[in-house]
């Protein structure tokens, strides 16, 4: 039998370590990772292989040669252009014949390949796929199989909601020839994206199993250390070069080790490395070959690779040193740092935790390296929440790091793009836009300043204009000490999760576009931004009935921007309109003190009651959710709210559809349906319901948070124009909003939260959906399990280690005990997953 190994992978992820080689020449233990996956098809009697190049795969070719030195047979099939893992695999159709095993090149593992050859021929499969269980499946494929391990499901690279198993996809596969016919020559294709999804369609014969065995995605600096040290530790089975001395430390026949010097826990000791007088390697270290670790220095849970030079009294906490680089006497790496090839670390200087230096750059001694060399270091694993990109201002949206990131997003966008920004009043919403102007203009972009609007109005007008995307800074309404910016495409809409990718890749690789002088343009303010916002939305809506009704209505502005369009909308419809925290209020944006937004609504509501308000409306900041209160004084649940818009609005267009996410309220199906229309859910994140929305071309949208979308009008949460289409129907229905909300159906929604540690989230969902398999459930965003009367929603928090079980129908005291079940369910089970039943 042959093997096929992909090793034509970048590892952008990994540089500055795959800077200068490709990702499977990354060395672990001493042996590049590519040369452990050799050895590993050897011990299971594979020695014919054809290895897949295209990034740098000169090197590769160049270190292994012919595999004579193997004991293999090595063939190469050179991809001129990427063609993706599929596409790699059927360029070297050629030399191919009968079944043959496919395996990554750039992954650590010792799992058993004779155990899936037999499963494979078992099932009578033409193609398995080995899979792993990992904590985390979120960067991974994730794939959903029967008890008896036919594929019934592919997700690549979910989101937490989109997480139905912990078994991910190892990049390892039996394949049949035959497979081959579903790969078309010569285009880029991808096995989990395209080859088994078509075969899963047409029901062909795809099966998986769970690999015994360790297997480590070599992906981040992080998981390449711990790659590391499940070598040394034992946890993963390898060959390790030099003589073992003790239970976990390897040094060779040749390495110098001087005897004053110390070594405790886990090591490796290349060959000709030195270990100088009173220097101190507390494991988990690799020195590798020819390297030196001069007199007194300290190496800690650190990698070094060849020839490299740790002067006296250096200090190395969790850092990786890639060959050749130079770190002069009494420098310090933090936890976390990479200096890369053939670098020069000057006399005492400090380089801070997660600071990466790209190769053959020098620092000069004494300096603080708390950014990388090139515009700044790591600040996180991915840039966006389920709330768009949020920090807290000036502890991690730093202007240096939001600088990186205007050209990061201007870098995803042709030279000369046009890209708008836009914020709010506070003053940390400023100091983030003009930094990440600079950033914008480093990159080549033409900056179109929007100054302070609304977020609804930015929308509006990208949409409308020809910028190619743009970005609205706020302070966050839940503490002023933080900020959320939230990007937009070239329609004005949220970005969408492989938008959202491109964006983090560029921005994590830190390889941006850096145009000359002359190419750096001036900022663009333009006119009529407003005002072409307000001509648009009355445009869209027949005020006259509002105007003859003169209805009197309390908005309360909380300090946000909408109060710089809403009075003349309102004004231009002849409402009454009574202000309340209305404009800009300096101390209410400084404050560190949230404000308590449900007091607020509270005051919003009794102000609404005393002025006899037909109805109240409290905006949020940025302009984009809004809350209701009727005539009564009585302020609405966002729930509420959504039934009763959704009832407004099915009433003026018929048979439309209404789109929100799993976790809307049972009377929302209760209302959609009396007035025959259709109910489309969708994922609870920004984009979901927006795009949902606006592919369906619903009458109305909602996050079920108070947000609304009303996509004939603009595919973005608009409360502005919220409150004036629900003026317009209100008045046109003739009855008061009180008397409309005791027509809705009566029903209870109620949800709980249940603590769920990181490392467990996947587990958990893979034993709730086996343990409810079978039973009428809805997967579209976590576990959803219908009843006769609603459900229960099982939901795992995308930012936070919990879960949330989400119970609706129309008997209170049933989905009571629906939730508590549920809810204990998922304590059980997390319990369960952490090996502690009881």
Known sequence: MKAVVMAGGEGSRLRPLTSRRPK??????????????????????????????????????????????????????????????????????????????????????????????????????????????????????????????????????PSWGEVFSDQVNTGIYVIEPEVLDYIPPDRPCDWSQDVFPEMLRRQDSLWAVVGRGYWCDIGSVQSYLQANWDALEGRVVCEIAG?????????????????????????????????????????PVVLDRFSVVDVGAKVSNSVVWPQVYLGERCRLRQAVVCSGATIKPEVLLDDGSVVGDECTIGAGSVVEQGVRIWPGKEIEPGSMVHES??????????????AGITGLINVQLTPEWCARLGAAWAATQPRGAALAICRDRSPGSRMIKRAMISGMLSAGAVVVDLSELPVPVTCHF????????????????????????????ERGLALDRRQERKLENTFFREDFRRVVPREIVEITYPEGVQSAYEHHVLSQLDMEQVRAAHPRVLVDFAFGSASMVLPRLLHQAGVQTV??????????????????????????????????????????????????????????????ALCLLALLALRSAPSGVVVAPVSASWRLEQVVESQ????????????????????????????????????????AYDALYTVMNCLRLVVEEGSSLSQLRRRLPQGTHLAEEVHCPWEVKGEVMRLLVEAH???????????????????????????????????????????????AQFTQEVRDTVRTALGNPG
């Open 579 to 640: 202000s309340v925290r209305s404009g800009f209020e300096e101390e209410a944006l400084a404050s560190p003190v949230p404000r308590d937004q449900d007091e607020e609504l509270r005051q919003a509501a009794s102000i609404t009651r005393t002025v006899a308000a037909a109805v109240g409306f409290r905006i949020d900041a940025p302009g984009q959710r809004v809350s209701l209160v009727d005539d009564e004084g009585q302020a609405l649940d966002h729930q509420e």
């Open 676 to 715: 025959s229309g259709r109910l489309v859910r969708t994922r609870a994140d920004i984009a979901s319901v927006v795009r949902a929305a606006d592919r369906h071309h619903a009458v109305l949208g909602a996050d079920g948070t108070g947000g609304f979308v009303w996509p004939s009008h603009l595919a």
């Open 773 to 819: 398999r079978g039973e009428p459930v809805d997967l579209t965003d976590g576990l959803k399990v219908n009843g006769e009367a609603g459900y229960v929603l099982i939901l795992p928090d995308a930012d936070a280690p919990r879960y949330r079980v989400i119970a609706s129908g129309p008997a209170p005291e049933a989905v009571r005990s629906a939730l």
């Open 24 to 157: 499977p020449l990354v060395p672990v233990v001493g042996r590049p990772c590519l040369e452990h996956v050799l050895r590993l098809l050897r011990r299971h009697g594979i020695s014919d292989v054809v290895i897949t190049l295209q990034y740098l795969g000169a090197s590769i070719r160049d270190y292994f040669g012919d595999g004579a030195e193997l004991g293999m047979h090595l063939e190469y099939a050179v991809e001129d252009r990427p063609l993706g893992t599929a596409g790699s695999v059927k360029n070297a159709a050629s030399m191919l014949e009968g079944t043959f095993l496919v395996i990554s090149g750039d992954a650590l593992t010792d799992i058993d390949l004779t155990q899936a050859l037999a499963f494979h021929k078992e099932r009578r499969s033409r193609a398995t796929l080995v899979l792993s269980k990992v904590a985390n499946p979120l960067e991974y494929g994730v794939v959903v199989t029967s008890a008896q391990g036919r594929i019934e499901r592919f997700l690549e690279k």
């Open 243 to 283: 003589r073992q001395v003790g239970e976990a430390q390897w040094i060779s026949e040749d390495a110098e080790v001087a005897a004053s010097a110390q070594i405790e826990g886990p090591a490796f000791i290349g060959r000709d490395a030195v270990v100088g007088e009173g220097a101190f390697l507390n494991g």
């Open 373 to 386: 060399v090139i515009w700044a270091g790591a600040w996180r694993s991915a840039l966006f929440s389920s």
């Open 462 to 489: 990208t949409r409308e204009s020809n910028a190619a995307g743009s970005v609205h800074i706020v302070a966050s309404p839940l503490d002023s000490r933080s900020a959320d910016i939230e990007v937009l495409d």
